[in-house]
């Protein structure tokens, strides 16, 4: 029976309304409880802003494709890690790496941030074992992966023959088989195109053989997540990412989700998650005329409510960029001419990696820059706007704290905007130099746990302050009523809390982790009948054409680090 | 009654079969029959069996010979010298599962000592050309499913590969390739006429050593410069280059499998350099692809599990105690064994007496030398302390990577030796007593 006092914060909690108001957060066997007998551990976090911990929803930390990032890149250990003068051994394992960094950094260097949950963002469904692997040498954190299905041939078959139960089958399956917690969408249709180096840029674009278009693709599968009803939501990465004008093809992706209602007990309202959605709000019709099209998307998402995103906010560093998106990362080789990683990934997906940096001094890295604080900036409800880097895509995740600052801090922003080559071309393809707006505490509580929480279904667990809710605190050397006018303060603050608990334990002490305890790996455990046709297509699938076999597919509970398990019905 | 165990991965080749089947006796302790293997998955599975299997560690008397100790004996013998060395070495790992290799890796960061795998003797080159030039691959369902064109340069699965031509590339028809063997062109490129070479639509026999010429040649006519090739390059005449150029270019899906015919002749890592810029030239006009021949069955595995641990696949010194460092050359197994860096060395699922030069292994063992291996091989009758370890997919199950990094779960089919302990245990024990005596300031 342990018990820890957390007394005197300034509490920031958006589930339970919670503005800043000095009070004391009780925890004991870890979970949050209304009181706590006097025997119980003290901290004193008077002067100091207490959020419960950090929840990422979506970041390339776990698995396959990450691990060839760090495998190509010998580079980001030797010239970019922080080991030359900086973090010497805290924890039980030494921490390497930066755009990428190894499992044991990624633990550490969240704990050290105030997170205690990430949401990996595309399990490739064959490759599952794997990334399980990596979240037992992952330490502290809880973790989810979304395996990956806009590419996956069952997926095609059954939406483009109306068969919705049996594609819903197949999708609970499936998170079963590889311990997954929801439908991520990564380029529907383009992926599969570019195993024959094709790809599908609109969402009418038909995808070879399949005869099936991106926009059935997303609507099925929002269709079958509802049917379900799954903690999150359908997670899209949209058609077309990252190129100048795609912000029509955005706008299209998510008139997709206009007709449906959010249909779960979890208290989640969106029915779709468009990710990383800076990627997505381009304009201009090429590099020389592009410009931000934030204003026309954020318009767009603030008119409707069963949507809500995560900003990928490009922090102007060398990084990884990776993603499930192959033709993506082809074409982004193309203008780079960098190195380049594929792995196509039979029957379900594919994906890129290619290291990228962006440059201050490069007109259109400034621009992409603008346009995610933008995006968050123009946000009238923070709780469906998240804060992501799309680590390591845009930039690592140890910059949140300085996304942070940037948001809130108008000094902090035109500091940066100050130190680029082609600062007046950015100032004319965006609004950021006219924009004033400096969120506070509550809101970037909104966009770093409390809404990220509920978009994932998640926030009777996490995010949350609430009773019955893990004892997962984060408490910043912030005072809520005397700001630092200094924006580097505020990012100091965020990147190494005074102290980070998780499930009632300290982890993290003045910046230092001090211990390392259990953590879980979450996933949607669907109880339904078993669908004899589907049953039948898996094994046929399985004989003809995988390359392993069924029974050595979905991953052995032995290899499933500490499962918790979200379980639902489905009648 | 004996039992069917299906579903089983086979321990050899980098191909990682799971589809074998096993009949087990009893008792669980015997393999009585082995199905869908090659001959070589076979005799593993028997060895398995063997009544011959070590048991306990053996540990080398001053007479030279060796005495069965236990293995609370062998752990703090190994923790202790582990510890006292100044740059231990362990290496190997080609026959362990991934849980063993992350424990290893655990052992070594407490020890501050180099960690290598045999990726230093037969694919590092193509690391390093993946450092410089990435590496565009797929997973193997891929090439069964759309694959129209496949060439072998410097591999020859007939041989070392047994099962790779029939279940992944060659023979077998997938979804888009129903046609089989029937509808796909095979060009094998090897300066032997092997067996792979004989199922080939077109062997061409590179003068050995001139592999590099010959994929520039390649790079020029798909640059739309094969008018200017001379009329023979590397031993091949130019219009052949031009008509098996002209197969890739028109080529729905290819796949390039490469071995160390091209990791180990001149040139090294610039063949696989230049092998994946012919990909990516390629990948401009067509679709292509690239991968390695992973020769063991999770010699892949710990490439991966040390990524994820250090950010590096192979070479790796760990004696800065606060960060891993990598630099082949400096910091790989044969060139310090050469220099006679290496004071302790911990040989794991592999035989380096066996591989590697002569004059290293004479240096290497001046000084401590530990085999941990289920097996009697060279290494471990040259050892100091020999300590027998369970046989990864045969008396215990794991993770391991086939050679497109695909994890595959290996099954335990038969109980092993009774009181024989598996890599990752045994390794864990030993990390553990270092701590110990970390702790109590012995070390």
Known sequence: ?571 | MPKVIENVGCPYCGCSCDDVRITVSDDGKDILEVENVCAIGTEIFKHGCSKDRIRLPRMRQPDGSMKDISYEEAIDWTARHLLKAKKPLMYGFGSTNCEGQAAAARVMEIAGGMLDNCATICHGPSFLAIFDNGYPSCTLGEVKNRADVIVYWGSNPAHAHPRHMSRYSIFPRGFFTGKGQKKRTVIVIDPRFTDTANVADYHLQVKQGHDYELFNAFRMVIHGHGKDLPDEVAGIKKETILEVAEIMKNARFGTTFFGMGLTHTDGRNHNIDIAISLTRDLNKISKWTIMAMRGHYNIAGPGVVWSWTFGFPYCLDLTKQNHAHMNPGETSSVDMAMRDEVDMFINIGTDAAAHFPIPAVKQLKKHPWVTIDPSINMASEISDLHIPVCICGVDVGGIVYRMDNVPIQFRKVIEPPEGVMDDETLLNKIADRMEELKAKGEA
């Open chain 1, 1 to 571: 029976m342990s018990e820890l006092l957390i007394k005197n914060g300034y509490i920031f909690d958006p589930i339970s309304g919670i503005k800043g108001d000095k009070a004391d957060i009780a925890i004991k066997d870890g979970k949050i409880v209304d009181k706590v007998s006097s025997k119980a551990q003290v901290i004193d976090a008077s002067g100091k802003t207490v959020m419960s911990g950090g929840v990422d929803i979506h970041t390339h930390v776990s698995g396959p494709k990450v691990n060839t990032g760090r495998m190509m890149r010998p580079e980001d250990k030797f010239f970019r890690g922080s080991y030359r003068g900086g973090i010497i051994k805290q924890g039980k394992r030494m921490e390497m790496g930066f755009s990428i960094p190894s499992t044991y950094k990624t633990g550490y260097a969240y704990a050290r941030m105030g997170y205690t949950f990430t949401n990996e963002a595309a399990m490739p469904p064959l490759l599952a074992p794997h990334v399980h692997e990596e979240f037992r040498d992952t330490p502290i954190l809880d973790q989810a992966a979304m395996p990956v299905f806009g590419n996956n041939w069952f997926c095609f078959e059954y939406i483009k023959n109306k068969e919705l139960e049996n594609n819903a089958a197949y999708v609970a399956w499936l998170l079963n088989a590889t311990k997954g917690i929801g439908i991520k969408v990564v380029n529907p249709g383009g992926t599969e195109a570019w195993a024959w180096g094709e790809n599908c840029t609109t969402i009418n674009d038909p995808v070879p053989y399949f005869d099936i278009t991106p926009a059935e693709i997303v609507k099925g599968l929002i269709e079958t997540n509802e049917y379900l009803g799954l903690p999150h939501s359908v997670h899209i990465h949209g058609n077309n990412l990252g190129n100048p004008g795609n912000y029509k093809d955005t706008l299209d992706t998510l008139r997709l989700a206009e007709s449906y209602k959010a249909k779960n007990k979890f208290g989640r309202e969106q029915v779709l998650h468009n990710t990383h959605i800076q990627f997505h709000s381009y304009k201009g019709t090429s590099w020389a005329d592009f410009e931000s099209g934030a204003k026309e998307i954020m318009d767009y998402v603030n008119a409707n409510k069963n949507i809500t995103c995560d900003i990928g906010q490009v922090t102007l560093d060398e990084t990884t960029t990776m993603t499930a998106d192959g033709p993506f990362e082809y074409h982004l080789n193309q203008l780079n001419h960098i190195k380049w990683a594929n792995v196509d990934v039979e029957l379900e997906t594919g994906s890129g990696v290619v290291p990228y940096i962006y440059d201050k001094n490069i007109k259109v890295c400034g621009i992409q820059w603008a346009i995610g604080l933008e995006l968050a900036l123009y946000a009238k409800d923070l709780m469906r706007v998240h804060i992501t880097t799309d680590h390591p895509n845009a930039g690592p995740f140890t910059r949140y704290p300085c996304v942070i600052k940037w948001l809130m801090s108008e000094k902090a922003r035109k500091a940066t905007l100050d130190t680029m080559k082609w600062k007046d071309k950015v100032i004319a393809a965006s609004n950021i130099a006219s924009m004033d707006r400096e969120l506070g505490l509550y809101e970037i509580a909104m966009m770093t746990r409390a809404g990220p929480a509920k978009a994932l279904g998640l926030a009777a667990i996490y995010g949350s302050l609430v009773k019955g809710a893990d004892g997962n605190v984060a408490i910043y050397n912030l005072d809520a009523n005397d700001l630092p006018s200094d924006p580097e303060l505020i990012e100091a603050a965020f990147q190494n809390t005074a102290y980070t608990i998780k499930e009632g334990v300290v982890v993290v002490k003045d910046g230092e982790i001090i211990a390392e305890p259990h953590k879980y790996t979450l996933w949607t455990k669907v109880n339904m009948p078993e669908n004899a046709q589907v049953m039948h297509d898996i094994k046929e699938k399985f004989t003809k054409n995988y390359t392993v076999n069924l029974e050595n597919y979905a991953v052995f509970d032995e290899h499933v680090h500490n499962p918790r398990a979200i379980e639902l019905d489905v009648a």
